[in-house]
């Protein structure tokens, strides 16, 4: 399950939750957060104004948590990739390895051929 916590969305499709991450809402909310806030209002206590900027980083750490996870699902992505090349290679290694004592073989009939 994907969950976005500074929107409240969630999805389980990786795609949908890329899209929200692209999106113009999700953007906005992020930046919103990012602005700092100004302590014009003299009617707010000093509580208030302490409540608001945890609740703001808050959101911040579940934004960079979301940020971690999809960073290691890239990671998992790549590291299946790699191993997946590497079989490849390997196996690709091993036919290269026939191929040549296949040539072996034919350059070896070709010239007792050659001797008749």
Do not use: F, W
């Not at 000093?46 to 900027?53: C, R």
């Not at 990739?81 to 290269?96: A, G, P, T, V």
């Amino acid at each position: 399950m994907y969950t976005c916590q500074v929107c409240n969305y969630s999805t389980k499709n990786a795609s949908s939750y890329k899209r929200h991450l692209d999106s113009l809402k999700h953007k906005k909310k992020l930046e919103s957060l990012c602005t700092p806030i100004a302590n014009t209002d003299s009617s707010k206590s000093n509580s208030q104004v302490k409540t608001v900027n945890i609740d703001i980083e808050s959101k911040a750490i579940a934004v960079l948590e979301e940020k971690i996870k999809i960073l290691i699902q890239h990671n998992k992505t790549i590291e299946n990739n790699y191993n997946q090349m590497r079989q490849e290679q390997l196996s690709m290694k091993k036919r290269m390895e026939k191929i040549g004592k296949y040539l072996s073989l034919v350059c070896k009939a070709s010239n007792e051929i050659n001797q008749l």
